[in-house]
Each structure stands twice: as structure tokens, then as C-alpha cells.
């Protein structure tokens, strides 16, 4: 054998580890896969899905039917709630901050919402450099229209614009984690 043969077997073998250390090291740091969305038998809709308070009084209990106590009184119309659960009449729904409670499905509306986690700028178009047109509060409810490279459009006291998907919750229905 000569040098240049064990030069090349040294070569060979560097490369074939470091092929298989990047392989594993790409296993171990995946992204975890996105849930299956399941469609209701009772809605024929998604689940998880968001959905949005239809009256500005809404009481939330602890369980699907009016037997269950009022543990929550939501007083936000058009607040974004995610729905994780449903019954025929009656929906389990999460909130901005994690809570879960059961209401009934006719106080709820298909109209999609977002609700503010952190002031933001509202710009005229999707991107750090637009011109501001509002700056919008923590705790804002807003009408969404539609979303793309990180950007939101919505419409909040009379104003429309882009803001950042970050700075807004009722976009995503990944329920893992909560």
C-alpha cells in the first residue's frame, strides 16, 4: 500500500463521518411536523380552526352543556378564539392566553380576527421600510384580511395596514406546546 492509497482510505472515511454526522445531527433538529387537521363530524369543518366571539358577552364553562358551571365571561366581540374541540352544539375553544372553555357554537362566527400579543407599527405595506400608518396596542382586536411573507393586512379603528404575523395571535393552529 502506498501513501497515496492510505491518504485516500483517511479521506474517505472523514468524509463518509461527516456525511453521517450531518445526517443524524438533521434527524435530531428537524421541525416538528405540522398536526393533522381533522374535519369535524359535527361542523364538517377543520380542527383546529380558528373562530371568532359573535356577541360581546359570551360565557365559557367547564363542560359541554349548560349543566356545566360558568367558569369565563368573555366580553370581546370578534375576539380570535381557537376552536380545539367540538360537540353538535357546543365548541372548546383556547384563548390568547391558553385558557380553555366550552361555548356554546352559535356564539361564535366564522369572521377571522386577530388579536394583538405586543404594540406594533402598522405599515402600508408588508415590510420594515413602509411608511407607519398606525401604531396599534397590546390587546387590539383586529379584522384580518390575509397574510404572506411574514405580514399581516388588518384593519383596526379605522385603519389598515400590515403588521408583523409575530406581533399577532389567531393565525396559527399548531396546538402543541399549550
Not at 69 to 91: A, F, N, S
Amino acid at each position: 500500500m502506498t501513501r497515496d492509497d492510505d491518504f485516500m482510505k483517511l479521506l474517505a472515511c472523514l468524509i463518509a463521518s461527516a456525511c453521517l454526522i450531518l445526517t443524524v445531527s438533521g434527524i435530531a433538529t428537524a421541525a416538528p411536523e405540522a398536526e393533522a387537521v381533522r374535519i369535524s363530524q359535527f361542523s364538517g369543518k377543520p380542527v383546529p380552526r380558528f373562530e371568532s366571539l359573535r356577541y360581546s358577552a359570551v360565557h365559557g364553562r367547564r363542560g359541554p352543556s349548560k349543566d356545566h358551571e360558568i367558569v369565563w365571561r368573555y366580553e370581546r366581540q370578534g375576539m380570535p378564539v381557537l376552536v380545539v374541540k367540538e360537540t353538535r352544539d357546543w365548541r372548546q375553544i383556547r384563548d390568547a392566553d391558553g385558557d380553555e372553555t366550552w361555548v356554546q357554537a352559535r356564539m361564535l362566527n366564522d369572521s377571522r380576527h386577530v388579536f394583538v400579543l405586543a404594540k406594533a407599527i402598522m405599515r402600508k405595506r408588508p415590510n420594515e421600510l413602509s411608511r407607519g400608518v398606525a401604531s396599534i396596542q397590546k390587546g387590539v382586536v383586529a379584522a384580518l384580511d390575509s397574510c404572506e411573507n411574514g405580514w399581516c393586512k388588518v384593519k383596526a379603528d379605522g385603519f389598515r395596514g400590515w403588521v408583523k404575523k409575530s406581533a399577532i395571535w389567531g393565525i396559527e393552529t399548531q396546538t402543541s406546546g399549550l
